[in-house]
């Protein structure tokens, strides 16, 4: 499902990635770590001036990732829940569409030991076709193909064995408490994801 993300880009994906853009902004930080960064639309849009580690299992995407990153960023290719190599302390850990464990438990789990006492950002698809399907922008709802069919496609992978599971806020909220000591849920890509900071 990740090429569908990565090659139909549209309004809402821009606004995801700005809305993560501007936490990453906001935060005090010399480095970070992208957890499936995919073919890099989000790692190309974080600071130049970040030591930035993006990681992905696919080696196609880091290929294409590679054509449109700067000089300060690392690829590695890794499954992230197995393996995230030379562990050091990023300042920020990000994790935008990624987190493709079914188990929230596991990915939290995961986030928190390799975050230590930074700050971890997770993006993730509202469970809600229709949030997804019609993002409020400006004020009214519209109905945006290509996140119906983003949003078709993913639940039709689950019924054939990829999932891809989608959390509500409280759900990020309850298991997140059991990770970190400070979880804030928040609506972005006008209203279409859970944008979810967690720090200790
Ligand atoms: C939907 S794409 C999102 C890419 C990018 N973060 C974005 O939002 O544009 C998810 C990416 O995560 C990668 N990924 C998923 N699970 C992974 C894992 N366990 N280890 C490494 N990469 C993983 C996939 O290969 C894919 O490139």
Not at 134 to 161: A, F, H
């Amino acid at each position: 499902m990740g090429f569908l993300y990565d090659r139909f880009l549209c309004e809402v994906d821009k606004k995801l990635y700005s809305d993560v853009v501007r936490v990453v902004q906001d935060s005090k930080h010399d480095s970070i770590d992208e957890l499936g960064s995919g073919s890099g639309q989000l790692t190309r849009r974080l600071p130049t001036t970040s030591k930035i580690r993006a990681l992905d299992f696919s080696e196609k995407a880091i290929e294409k990732a590679k054509k449109l990153a700067g000089e300060n960023v690392e690829f590695i290719q890794t499954d992230f829940y197995k393996e995230i190599p030379n562990t050091y302390d990023s300042d920020i850990t990000i994790a935008c569409r990624s987190l493709y464990h079914p188990d929230l438990n596991v990915s939290l789990d995961m986030l928190a030991e390799h975050t230590g006492q930074g700050l971890a950002i997770v993006a993730h698809p509202k469970p809600s076709l229709w949030d997804y399907a019609l993002p409020q922008i400006n004020g009214s709802r519209q109905l945006n193909l290509i996140q119906l069919i983003k949003g078709m496609s993913g639940r039709i992978s689950n019924r054939i064995g990829h999932s891809y599971n989608l959390f509500d806020a409280e759900e990020f909220e309850k298991i997140g408490k059991q990770s970190f000591n400070q979880v804030h849920v928040e609506n972005c890509a006008y209203g279409t994801h859970n944008l979810v900071l967690l720090q200790q």
